[in-house]
């Protein structure tokens, strides 16, 4: 099972303008551990550690399959807008990033990978 971090997931301060440039680090739940994120259901092609949102804050697809983990979000000049931890694939759909293991989230959707 695989993790979908929506297209064009986005991320907003308080005044409502997007984070250019965010930097989104994924890793084992617990830890500072990287883990490795993908661009594809397929888990094939990995990205790049941060993943890293265009000028818009946008980010592109982001496919997770270690279970459970830990994401964390800073701004491009490196300072910490959220860390959510202890996400289980299997209870995972997306609502900000405001987030613990047993609240639902929007933007995330889960998919079964073979």
């Known amino acids: 099972m695989a993790v979908l971090f929506t297209p064009n997931f986005q991320r907003s301060d308080a005044n409502g303008n997007p984070y250019s440039g965010a ?6 739940s617990g830890t500072t551990t990287p883990i490795t994120v993908y ?39 490196g300072v910490l807008i959220e860390s959510v931890d202890a996400i289980p694939l299997n209870t995972v759909t997306f609502d900000g990033l ?17």
């Open 39 to 77: 661009q594809d259901a397929g888990l094939t092609t990995p990205h790049a550690s941060p993943v890293v949102a265009d000028a818009s804050g946008a980010f592109a697809e982001i496919f997770v399959n270690t279970d459970p983990f830990k994401f964390v979000l800073n701004t491009s000049a």
């Open 98 to 114: 405001k987030a613990s293991a047993t609240t639902s989230y929007t933007g995330v959707v889960e998919l079964a990978t073979t």
């Open 23 to 28: 930097k989104l680090y994924f890793y084992a």
